[in-house]
């Protein structure tokens, strides 16, 4: 069975430019979630979809990111405009339901310089 | 009070030693309880779940569950440097629909 597949692995931009990840769930999961983890920190929920409904988006910062599911698959989060603080591992992971077991991908190391 | 709290350590431990990771959790409504190692570079990895009171052994590993006490603890026996890592706890919170994660606690087990 294939993982969660994440891309761009790794990103390096100026602040205030854009960044795009995008997200492609294991086949079947329903619930699709976006972390960011902060060096030294544990992942941080910043949205969680349920097929294409947003279920939780309440630590989005959404002056500057965004996410969409568009047909209830795969997944793109953005950032725009990038600040330092966004330096961080943006980890996608999908479970078949909400709150069960999640799978995460490799993640996708962005700087923001 | 913070939704999941770990130590952060760093824990140290001798080859051979037991390694024992603890936290705690805010909601009382909380049903189900993971442990998640990750690796430095990178993504966690789901490697104990526990949803009732008392231990639940998975080879080396043992979870632990006190819901009245709002704890729970891995307990790693017979440690090797291969289990050096950060070990996150992760509990559902908001109603059950969000999974919350510690700050995790880095553990290094020395030869």
């Known amino acids: 069975e294939a993982g969660v597949a994440q891309s761009p692995r790794y990103k390096i931009i100026e602040k205030r430019q854009s960044v795009a990840f995008w997200c492609n769930p294991i086949?079947?999961?329903?619930?699709l979630y976006w972390y960011q983890q902060i060096l030294g920190q544990g992942p941080k929920l910043l949205i969680q979809?349920?097929?294409?409904?947003?279920?939780?988006d309440s630590q989005l910062p959404k002056d500057r990111f965004s996410a969409e599911r568009l047909k209830g698959v795969d997944s793109t989060l953005k950032i725009q405009p990038a600040k330092l603080e966004d330096s961080a591992v943006y980890l996608c992971?999908?479970?078949?339901?909400?709150?069960?077991?999640?799978?995460f991908g490799e993640g996708s190391w962005l700087t923001v310089v | 009070q913070k939704e999941v709290e770990q130590n952060s350590g760093p824990l140290s431990v001798p080859e051979g030693a037991i390694a024992s990771l603890n936290c705690t959790y805010s909601?009382?409504?909380?049903?189900?309880f993971f442990w998640y190692r990750q690796y430095s570079g990178k993504s966690p990895e789901l490697i104990m779940s526990?949803?009732?009171?008392g231990d639940k052994e998975d080879g080396r590993f043992t979870a632990q569950l006190n819901k009245a006490s709002q704890y729970v603890s891995l307990l790693i026996r017979d440690s090797q440097p291969s289990d050096s890592a950060t070990y996150l706890c992760?509990?559902?919170?908001?109603?059950?629909?969000?999974?919350?994660f510690g700050t995790g606690t880095q553990l290094k087990v020395e030869l």
């Open positions: 992971a999908s479970s078949p339901v909400s709150g069960n077991t999640i799978y």
């Open positions: 526990i949803y009732s009171n």
């Open positions: 909601d009382r409504g909380s049903q189900s």
């Open positions: 086949s079947g999961h329903a619930t």
């Open positions: 992760a509990v559902p919170t908001g109603g059950g629909n969000k999974l919350t």
């Open positions: 979809f349920q097929n294409n409904g947003v279920v939780d």
